[in-house]
């Protein structure tokens, strides 16, 4: 858990690299946040633990991805994030202890709502 000052100070820091994404990639203010109703969360973790055990894998956790959808002909694509289910397996990919692999073939969560508006700071 972190207080919400705590998220300030992460937010605060992210703002440069959000301004350098607006001013010189998308060339307009991009997406600072994404949300999911718990309905969806509560959803997609059921969803995801009875997919891992189809797949044969125990679900441990859900690792949060940041992304971008691609750039529609004059339409730029806004920042976005994703929910990729993971499973036990020690070690991660770079055997350095970087935590529970994705599940291979395992669905994932996007399609969230953005920030109102898209580059709201946080708190909104």
């Not at 055990?53 to 691609?70: H, M, Q, S």
Request: hydrophobic content about 25%; charged content about 20%.
């Amino acid at each position: 858990m972190i207080t919400p000052k705590e998220a300030k100070t992460l937010n605060d820091a992210y703002s440069a690299r959000h301004t350098l994404i607006s001013n010189q990639i998308t060339k307009r203010p991009d997406n600072r946040s994404t949300w999911f109703s718990l309905e969806e969360i509560n959803l997609f973790l059921q969803y995801a633990k009875d997919q891992a055990k189809e797949l044969g894998y125990e679900l441990d956790g859900i690792r949060v991805y940041c992304g971008a959808y691609p750039d529609e002909g004059e339409q730029v694509g806004l920042s976005t994030a994703f929910l990729i289910p993971t499973t036990s397996g020690g070690l991660g990919k770079d055997g350095n202890g970087g935590g529970s692999p994705d599940i291979p073939g395992a669905n994932g969560l996007n399609r969230g709502s953005q920030g109102d508006p898209p580059g709201a700071n946080y708190p909104q």
